[in-house]
């Protein structure tokens, strides 16, 4: 998320909302989507890239996913 939006990674709650990070509008949201994609190898698919709103749904989705 740091590197997508150009902040400290420490600049992040471990709560962050999208509404809570400056730059994560739509096209911010697609770019954090890609960037997943390719740090985990993973594809995300068309019903998931939605939901994932928030650090929290996001950290939750990949510990699912990788475990």
């Known amino acids: ?5 150009n902040v400290a990674p420490d600049s992040i709650a471990d709560t962050a909302q999208q509404s809570d990070v400056a730059g994560w509008d739509s096209i911010g949201h697609a770019n954090l989507v890609f960037g997943l994609e390719e740090e985990f190898e993973v594809h995300l698919s068309d019903d998931v890239m939605p939901t994932l709103r928030s650090f929290p749904v996001i950290v939750a989705h990949f510990q699912q996913q990788l475990s």
Not at 1 to 5: D, P
């Open 1 to 5: 998320m740091a590197l997508t939006f």
